[in-house]
């Protein structure tokens, strides 16, 4: 991989737990992180972001890392430099090797050795039997401005999304308050929107707030809700060649009283 | 006893008020030595008694000084030193570098004070102003100058040139994140490498290609060390020191005076030097003990 840059950043929007797993597929390379089990966050890296890329086919590439550790090993040459990656993994009880070498400078490398440990199962969050209720699309910096204004201190975010006017009502209840905010579907941030029937859905703020990071690294954000309330956000990375690198966020409802 | 000194020149008072800042973030306290032809500022281990400074920095007043007078205790002892709180007198320089000169002389005035005199210019009209610090001092009395003589440091097993010290720093500070102690390791190659290793990650920055000043093998190994070594790689021109991050990366952050070189040299297993030389002459050595189990 040319630049260890995006990858580190998309590192650091899902770094909100201290270990991730880490999952290379033949399509690409996935990292999981979750918090307890409400939130799931993965960042994908489509295999085609590196320049080679070998996976075997007859064995799971599959193992826990610390995502703290690997976010500052790939930021060793601090975050001004664009420095080259290679990345191998042996095998299970092995080490996950890095290899950095800097662009500007031809005389230092680093490598590190980050202990790998036996990954626990990743929840499986998606229900195929829950259809689709609604899906959106927004731009990502407006959205990310719309949840910074939200009060902090607020515990619950509910949702309210219907084909009438105002399509999508974002309602925040506090302490003492309770705040609205509507987005039709004119709106400017408002890239698509589609949603058959109203529907009321809520989730606790914090865990929204989650993904504020990899939001102030993305262009484009795809909101999907399904029938059970959990939410799906997939959110596109802003890079500056062609290829691209994805992040996701499932998020858990909150249960009515 | 007495002291008066004079800088009109942009460079060397840009260089002076730099100086100072480094000391006064390595430590709170320092003490200044001035003798005939040198400046010294020297730092002591904070909160410990008597013992070797850990940083050792020589000033030559020719090159800074367009005037320089001192008179000593007596014949016998022509210096002054002084301790004084590095904080306060990097406060007080901060306007040197736009300053026009700086004035600084040793007075009585409540108690014993450094006064420094900065004339800064106008923007608009050609008029100065003229700025006065008093910063409180106390003169060391004689018997205790033992204390700062310039350390006596065993012969180096190696020396060589650093790289970059600002690379450096980003790298000892991603280090440091993860680790609180560093293993520097040079060889007669001219390779550098900085590692740590903890339970998570083992993680090696390699330089290469560095120039070697000196070299004082062949490094004698006990066996037990021999077993990491690779294959390739001769260890009797390899030493090593392990020292405290923390302490480096305050060091590093010396990056800010423009250097023109940077020597680290390393006693095998107990200490490591790091010495930094400008334009002007300014030598400041940094003394990092070693970390052994």
């Given at each position: 991989m040319d630049s260890g840059k995006t990858l580190c950043s998309l590192l650091k929007a899902i770094q909100f737990q201290e270990s991730a797993v880490f999952c290379a597929l033949p399509e690409g390379l996935k990292l999981t992180v979750e918090e307890g089990k409400c939130v799931q966050a993965s960042a994908y890296v489509p295999s085609d972001n590196f320049t080679e890329y070998h996976v075997r086919d007859d064995v799971d590439v599959m193992f826990k890392i610390s995502i703290a550790v690997l976010s500052e090993c790939l930021n060793i040459f601090g975050s001004g430099e664009e420095s080259s990656l290679k990345m191998y993994y042996r095998g299970e009880g092995s080490p996950l090797l890095l290899v950095l070498q800097p662009q500007s400078m031809y005389n230092v490398m680093t490598d590190c050795e980050?202990?790998?440990?036996?990954?626990?199962?990743?929840?499986?969050?998606?229900?195929?039997?829950?259809?689709?209720?609604?899906?959106?699309?927004?731009?990502?910096?407006?959205?990310?401005?719309?949840?910074?204004?939200?009060?902090?201190?607020?515990?619950?975010?509910?949702?309210?999304?219907?084909?009438?006017?105002?399509?999508?009502?974002?309602?925040?209840y506090g302490m003492q308050d309770r705040s609205c905010i509507d987005m039709p579907k004119s709106s400017d941030m408002v890239q698509s929107f589609s949603c058959e029937s109203p529907v009321t859905l809520r989730y606790q703020l914090h865990h929204i707030r989650s993904i504020m990071k990899a939001l102030a690294i993305s262009t484009k954000v795809v909101l999907r809700c399904s029938s059970n309330g959990l939410m799906l956000l997939q959110l596109k990375l802003e890079k500056e060649d062609q290829r691209q690198m994805f992040s996701e966020f499932y998020i858990v409802p909150l249960l009515d009283d | 006893m007495k002291f008066r000194a004079v800088m009109i020149d942009a460079g060397p008072m840009r260089e002076f008020s730099n100086v100072v800042t480094i000391i006064s973030k390595l430590s709170k306290e320092c003490v200044l030595r001035l003798t005939d032809d040198h400046l010294y500022f020297i730092v002591s281990e904070e909160n410990s008694g008597p013992s070797p400074p850990v940083l050792w920095c020589e000033i030559p007043q020719r090159m800074f000084c367009s005037e320089y007078q001192m008179i000593g205790l007596d014949e016998e002892h022509k210096d002054i030193y002084m301790a004084l709180s590095s904080g306060n007198l990097a406060r007080s320089l901060v306007t040197l570098k736009t300053a026009k000169s700086l004035k600084m002389k040793l007075t009585k005035k409540q108690c014993p004070c450094l006064t420094l005199e900065i004339e800064t210019p106008c923007v608009l009209s050609q008029q100065t102003r003229q700025v006065t610090h008093d910063i409180p001092v106390t003169v060391i009395p004689r018997k205790l100058w033992s204390d700062y003589h310039e350390p006596r440091i065993p012969d180096p097993d190696i020396s060589i040139e650093l790289p970059s010290l600002k690379q450096l720093r980003t790298t000892i500070d991603r280090m440091r994140t993860m680790a609180s102690e560093v293993v520097i390791r040079a060889s007669a190659e001219g390779r550098l490498t900085l590692q740590i290793k903890t339970d998570m990650a083992k993680v090696s920055t390699r330089f290469k290609g560095l120039n070697v000043e000196a070299f004082a093998g062949p490094i004698e190994h006990s066996d037990s060390e021999t077993e990491e070594t690779q294959a390739n790689e001769d260890m009797s021109r390899i030493c090593y020191c392990r020292v405290d991050a923390k302490k480096l990366s305050m060091f590093l952050s010396a990056e800010q005076i423009a250097s023109n070189r940077t020597v680290c040299s390393v006693v095998h297993k107990k200490l490591v030097i790091l010495c930094l030389q400008t334009d002007e002459n300014v030598k400041l050595q940094c003394f990092i003990s070693g970390i052994v189990y």
């Open positions: 980050i202990s790998t440990q036996t990954a626990d199962s990743v929840l499986e969050l998606r229900d195929e039997d829950a259809e689709e209720v609604a899906k959106l699309v927004l731009k990502a910096p407006a959205f990310l401005g719309l949840l910074a204004d939200i009060e902090r201190s607020c515990e619950v975010f509910e949702l309210n999304l219907s084909p009438e006017h105002p399509n999508v009502s974002i309602v925040t | -």
